[in-house]
């Protein structure tokens, strides 16, 4: 399953997301934002549940936007949970 969602209150403009039938991460792109950051978080949840992933990335903020990419991915996976 593939996804793209457009992020909110963050530097990155959308997340492009690929889930095997598992719910497995296969793939994580971040479009815009820090660079290195989000290359790790993506090497990071790559090849983890996407429900481990909402656990372990939800709530996480950013210089109080509220928000932050990794919770704009947990948001982002979430989503695709519930399609």
């Known amino acids: 399953m ?12 959308s997340i492009e997301i690929e889930l095997d ?17 989000t290359q790790g978080i993506a090497a990071l949840v790559k090849g983890m549940s996407a429900e481990e992933a909402i656990k372990r990335l939800r709530g996480i903020d950013c210089n109080g936007r509220g928000t932050s990419c990794p919770d704009q991915l947990s948001i982002a996976l979430s989503q695709m949970l519930k399609a």
């Open 21 to 37: 039938d598992n719910n497995i991460i296969t793939s994580v792109r971040f479009n815009g934002g820090c660079n290195g950051n």
């Open 2 to 13: 593939k996804s793209v969602y457009k992020t909110k209150k963050v530097c990155s403009r």
